[in-house]
Nanobody, 115 residues
Framework: QVQLVESGGGLVQPGESLTLSCAAS????????LGWFRQAPGKEREGVSC???????YYADSVKGRFPISRDNAKNTVYLQMNSLKPEDTGVYYC?????????WGQGTQVTVSS
């Protein structure tokens, strides 16, 4: 059974950093791309970043240069290092994998950026 478990969220002040982790199980991470999405209150879920099998990366303009994504296939884990956090980065962050034409989601982890 495919499972994605996010962790690392929390409450931080503007300018601080957090590292999110997405632990994958039930499939071999080596063969798949993984993505991070977020959903702010009252807004639609939006793509933040993704990393391909070959570790090519994509970033939304709003996080480019601040949120490097990485993967550790040996640990079946993908990371999102969030630096210089802003209040507009607040939301629930979800990990996503598309496997056999189906989208799989984690339960999400809350990130709140507030002074």
């Amino acid at each position: 059974q495919v499972q994605l478990v996010e962790s690392g969220g929390g409450l931080v002040q503007p300018g601080e950093s957090l590292t999110l982790s997405c632990a994958a199980s039930g499939f071999t991470l080596d063969y798949y791309a993984l993505g991070w999405f977020r959903q702010a209150p009252g807004k639609e879920r939006e793509g933040v970043s993704c990393i391909s099998r070959s570790s090519s990366t994509y970033y939304a303009d709003s996080v480019k240069g601040r949120f490097p994504i990485s993967r550790d296939n040996a640990k079946n884990t993908v990371y999102l290092q969030m630096n210089s956090l802003k209040p507009e980065d607040t939301g629930v962050y979800y990990c996503n994998a598309r496997i056999l034409s189906r989208n799989w989601w984690g339960q999400g982890t809350q990130v709140t950026v507030s002074s």
